[in-house]
């Protein structure tokens, strides 16, 4: 008989202790949060009274606009492989009005050392051929000046930033393409850059200075560009390679940035004309070796350039 109370009273205790335990709060394993998506997209536009590159312009110092669609997929946290495509407002010789750019390669990252290699085509569609010796070309220019219709060409890059701090870095960069515009001269493009950025305001709006020393390289054109440069230059015209410049100052605040920047070149205007093929060159006294007729085009000398952009990422949306 005590035998039997003794496990009675047993199982009564198991059952409240079961009871107990089932009232006891239960604590849920924490979830852990879903990894980052490797895949981001960068995207933004810009407004500026003047698109500049490597010291000329290419919308005749009129205003230009540009947006830009980039996506990017994150390998690792080290590197990243990106595609992209760009249009600028432009205002060429042959009445192309717009710049397309294709791009796309891969940015390694070793430590404080930021690299990028890729390949960019720049299209430039829509545009009309110059040129009386030409079949099919309509007449030359009124300044003398031809034109390919089609100045589409291809570059090849690689670029590398080294940040010293989070504040100042260099870089150096180099482009080659085959043939520059398009015109049969092959190109080289180097140069050094350099930027600081000051602490920022309590306001989040942060100031920077920044700056580029440039040089290309370029070689001689197709017979097309020959015409009328006399029988020396039947075969083509060798492009007078040249040095170019900038320096600027900005601000950024969130994902806006204002960039004021003067840019300039060592082309004198007769050099200049020969290599840009400019409609609204003009005179007869900047004659050169490859410039025989004499007009000059302000395209590569100083200019000061304002741009407005703004750049988002899709991952930072809403943050």
């Not at 830009?68 to 192309?96: H, K, M, W």
């Not at 398009?182 to 306001?203: D, E, H, L, M, Q």
């Not at 409609?279 to 004499?294: D, E, K």
Request: with cysteine; proline share 5%.
């Amino acid at each position: 008989m005590k035998k039997v109370v003794l496990t009675a009273l047993a199982a009564v205790a198991l059952s409240a202790g079961s009871a107990l335990a089932a009232d006891l709060p239960v604590k849920a394993k924490p979830i852990a949060a879903p990894p980052p998506s490797p895949w981001d997209v960068a995207f933004g536009a810009a407004v500026m009274n003047d698109y500049i590159f490597r010291g000329v312009t290419q919308s005749n110092h009129k205003v230009s606009g540009a947006v830009y669609f980039e996506p990017r997929y994150n390998i690792n946290a080290d590197t990243q492989l990106y595609v992209g495509i760009a249009g600028e407002t432009i205002s060429f010789p042959n009445n192309a009005k717009a710049e397309v750019d294709i791009y796309g390669g891969i940015r390694p990252t070793f430590g404080k050392l930021a690299t990028d290699f890729g390949v960019w085509y720049y299209w430039y569609p829509s545009g009309t051929c110059f040129n009386t010796g030409v079949a099919g070309c309509s007449p030359t220019l009124a300044n003398g000046n031809v034109i390919k219709k089609d100045v589409s060409f291809v570059e090849f890059y690689a670029k590398a930033t080294y940040n010293f701090t989070d504040a100042f870095n260099v870089g150096a960069n180099v482009y080659y393409s085959p043939s520059v515009l398009n015109s049969g001269a092959p190109g080289t493009y180097v140069s050094g850059t350099t930027k600081y950025t000051f602490p920022a305001f309590s306001n989040g709006v942060a100031l920077y200075t920044s700056g580029e020393l440039g040089y290309w390289a370029l070689g001689t054109s197709d017979s097309f560009y020959g015409t009328g440069v006399g029988t020396q230059y039947a075969n083509g015209i060798p492009y007078k390679s040249y040095t170019t410049w900038n320096l600027g100052v900005g601000a950024t605040w969130k994902q806006f940035t204002l960039d004021l920047r003067y840019s300039d070149t060592n082309l004198s205007k007769g050099d200049c004309n020969a290599f840009t093929s400019d409609h609204t060159a003009s005179g007869t006294s900047n004659v050169t070796p490859i410039n025989p007729g004499g007009a000059g085009s302000n395209w590569c000398g100083a200019a000061f350039v304002a741009k407005l952009s703004v750049d988002m990422t899709a991952s930072t949306l809403g943050k």
